[in-house]
C-alpha cells in the first residue's frame, strides 16, 4: 500500500484583500471542505445562510464511523472561518439548523490565510490506498490537515473527552498538525534505521490538544521517524515544523512530513517520486 498526490492547487492572493471574494483566498479551503472531504466520506455543506452570515462562513461537517471496537460514533462538526481577520473557529454540532453549537477552539490569524496575503500559495492533498480515511493537507509544505483509519481510533463514545477537536479537518496553527507519536514497549522498530533514526511502523498517536483522539497506526506505508528510544512521545508536527522533503532509500520514494524534526511522519509513495513540496 502506498501515498500518492490526489489534488494540488495553486493560489495568487491580492494584496490586502481580506474578503472571501479575493480571486483564490477561498478556492483551496473550498476545495477542501465541498470536493474533498466528501469523496473521503464526510457530508458537508455551506450552512452560512442557517446562521444568518452574509460575510463569513459556516461549514457543516458530518460522518458515522466505527472504532477499534465497532463502536459507532456520529460525527457532527461546525467551522467558522471570519475571512476579513484570517480566524477559524471550531464547534461541536448536535444537528440543530442554525444552532446547537459548542465551542471547541480557535485561531486568530489562521496562518493559513494570513500568510496567503499579497504571494501564491501551494496546497497539495495526499492520501493512501491503505484506508480513504488516511490522508494529508500540505500548505506550502507543512501539514495543515489530517486523518488516520477511524477503525484505528480508540476513543470510545461514551467519553467526555471524545473527539472534542476537529478530526484533521483544518488544523489550527498553535497545533498545526495536532499528531503526537510515542513509541511503546511492544513497538517493534524496521529492521534498518535511517541516519540514527528509528522507524516504527506500529505507533500510537494523539491530539496534542488532549482530545482523547488517540489511535494505534495498522496502516504499513505509515512510519513514525524518530531519534528517541522508546517509550518516549513526540509531537511529530506543529506549528514550528519545516517543510516536508522527499526522501529515497529502501528503493522507494518517502514523503518525511518534517525531516529537521526530531521526530516526523515517513509516507511510502513506492516507485513514484511525489515531487518537491
Keep these: 500500500m502506498t501515498w500518492s498526490v490526489d489534488h494540488e492547487i495553486q493560489q495568487t492572493h491580492v494584496a490586502g484583500s481580506g474578503v472571501k ?15 474533498f472531504l466528501p469523496s473521503v466520506g464526510w457530508t458537508v455543506a455551506d450552512v452560512s445562510a442557517d446562521f444568518g452570515e452574509t460575510v463569513d462562513s459556516y461549514y457543516s461537517f458530518e460522518k458515522t464511523v466505527q472504532n477499534a471496537y465497532g463502536e459507532t460514533l456520529n460525527l457532527k462538526y461546525i467551522i467558522h472561518i471570519e475571512w476579513a481577520q484570517s480566524d477559524i473557529e471550531a464547534y461541536k454540532w448536535d444537528g440543530t439548523v442554525g444552532g446547537g453549537i459548542t465551542f471547541i477552539g480557535g485561531s486568530n490569524n489562521f496562518g493559513p490565510l494570513v500568510s496567503a496575503y499579497n504571494k501564491t500559495t501551494a496546497w497539495r492533498w495526499m ?5 480513504t480515511d488516511l490522508w494529508m493537507l500540505f500548505f506550502n509544505g507543512q501539514v495543515c490537515g489530517h486523518s488516520f483509519p477511524f477503525s484505528s481510533i480508540l476513543a470510545r463514545p461514551t467519553s467526555s473527552t471524545t473527539l472534542s477537536s476537529i478530526p484533521g479537518l483544518l488544523h489550527q496553527e498553535t497545533a498545526f498538525a495536532s499528531i503526537s507519536q510515542g513509541s511503546l514497549a511492544y513497538q517493534l522498530p524496521f529492521a534498518q534505521s535511517l541516519g540514527g533514526n528509528l522507524l516504527y511502523d506500529n ?8 482530545s482523547g483522539l488517540f489511535m494505534i497506526n495498522r496502516a504499513p506505508d505509515t512510519v513514525h521517524r524518530t531519534k528517541a528510544q522508546k517509550n518516549t512521545t513526540n509531537n511529530v508536527t506543529n506549528a514550528t515544523q519545516e517543510n516536508a522533503v522527499v526522501l529515497q532509500f529502501d528503493g522507494k ?7 529537521l524534526n526530531g521526530a516526523s511522519l515517513l509516507l511510502d509513495c513506492g516507485s513514484t517520486d511525489p515531487g518537491i513540496f
Excluded: Q
Design 21 to 35: 471574494t479575493d480571486p483564490g483566498r477561498a478556492d483551496a479551503i473550498e476545495y477542501h471542505f465541498l470536493t
Design 127 to 131: 492520501r493512501s490506498d491503505e484506508s
Design 203 to 210: 505507533f500510537v498517536g494523539g491530539n496534542v490538544s488532549g
Design 253 to 259: 520514494y518517502w514523503v518525511d512530513t518534517d525531516a
